[in-house]
């Protein structure tokens, strides 16, 4: 069973671009989340999606944003990049519904993005 | 929201010692209690879990602990060993939000 595939995994970006990552799930999971990673402050939560819906949102500004396909393929954009956006961004799977069982995330391998 | 606090931030252990690290919560809506562990350049994997019907688990060397009434659970490692230095992350959660991860805590096994 593969795991959780994400592209790019390295990236270089220049500020006021903006970036597209993107996430495969587990076969069968439907839930994809994100998480910001940096060295002070941990995994910070972005999004989290459920069948196409997003169920629940980190307080980071509008410029981060994603969506969830009808495979539950997931993607997740940064318009107008920050130098302070540089982190490794990480996502998740699960096979549990929101609200019923545990919610045990495996993640990806990250996108590790650097804004010059 | 949840607000999440792990102590130590940073653990020194002699090989053969045990390690701790406590995990407290606000949410007393929280239900769910895992810890995941990240190694150096490796994505975080998680080790144990709890659920707020029991208040201990254990699975060979590593056992999670839950005060519900004090909103605080701890990861205990014993017999630590080189390979579980890494970082450590707690994440309560209800079932309606998401996993809020604590700042981490790092862990190094002194051979």
């Known amino acids: 069973k593969a795991g959780v595939t994400q592209t790019p995994r390295y990236l270089i970006k220049t500020r006021g671009q903006q970036v597209t990552l993107s996430c495969s799930p587990i076969?069968?999971?439907?839930?994809v989340s994100w998480y910001q990673q940096t060295p002070g402050q941990g995994l910070q939560f972005l999004f989290e999606?459920?069948?196409?819906?997003?169920?629940n949102k980190g307080n980071f500004p509008g410029r981060f944003s994603g969506r969830q396909f009808s495979n539950s393929r997931s993607e997740m954009n940064v318009s107008t990049l920050e130098l302070g956006d540089s982190a490794l961004y990480l996502c998740?799977?699960?096979?549990?519904?929101?609200?019923?069982?545990?919610?045990?995330?495996?993640f990806g391998a990250g996108s590790r993005l650097t804004v010059l | 929201g949840e607000n999440v606090e792990q102590h130590p931030s940073t653990l020194s252990v002699q090989e053969g010692d045990s390690a701790v690290i406590k995990c407290t919560y606000s949410?007393?809506?929280?239900?769910?209690f895992p810890w995941y562990k990240q190694e150096l350049g490796k994505r975080p994997q998680l080790i144990i879990d709890?659920?707020?019907?029991?208040g201990e688990k254990k699975d060979q060397r590593i056992a999670v602990t839950l005060n519900k009434t004090a909103k605080h659970f701890s990861l205990h490692i014993t017999e630590t060993q080189p390979e579980d230095s890494a970082v450590y992350f707690c994440?309560?959660?209800?079932?309606?939000?998401?996993?809020?991860f604590g700042k981490g805590t790092r862990l190094s096994v002194i051979a």
């Open positions: 998740a799977s699960s096979d549990s519904m929101p609200g019923v069982g545990a919610n045990v995330l495996t």
């Open positions: 076969s069968g999971h439907r839930s």
């Open positions: 999606y459920f069948s196409e819906t997003q169920r």
């Open positions: 949410d007393s809506a929280s239900n769910y």
């Open positions: 709890i659920r707020s019907n029991v």
């Open positions: 994440a309560p959660s209800s079932g309606n939000t998401p996993l809020v």
